[in-house]
């Protein structure tokens, strides 16, 4: 497997003590392989998904969303940085291969 591009991701939840509620940040990444995506502990092989794409304000240190349209339905992930690298890998990899298309 020749890892291709791969996303930042941010999950946001909250823990609440007895005198504070925080609000608690951490990190995955989404990795675009030739022949599959790995997001944490689930592998989505190319052919199951339809398009990758992204919603981001250009502010600095907005959060934005992933959009993974697979068969599965669409899963949305956090993000901070812009996505454009993954997306327009993917984009070129769909393009290249007709059993993505």
């Keep these: 497997m020749n890892l291709l591009a791969s996303q930042t991701c941010v999950e946001v939840h909250q823990e609440i003590g007895w005198t504070e509620k925080r609000i608690v940040e951490t990190t995955f990444d989404i990795k675009l392989f030739d022949d ?3 997001v944490k502990e689930d592998v989505y092989p190319l052919t199951s998904i339809f398009d990758i794409s992204y919603r981001k304000k250009p502010e600095q240190g907005a959060m934005g969303f992933l959009y993974l349209h697979t ?4 899963r949305t992930y956090y993000i901070k940085e812009d996505a454009y690298p993954l997306v327009s890998t993917y984009q070129k990899l769909k393009s290249e291969r007709p059993e993505l298309r």
């Design 71 to 74: 068969n599965r339905g669409v």
């Design 36 to 38: 599959q995506l790995v």
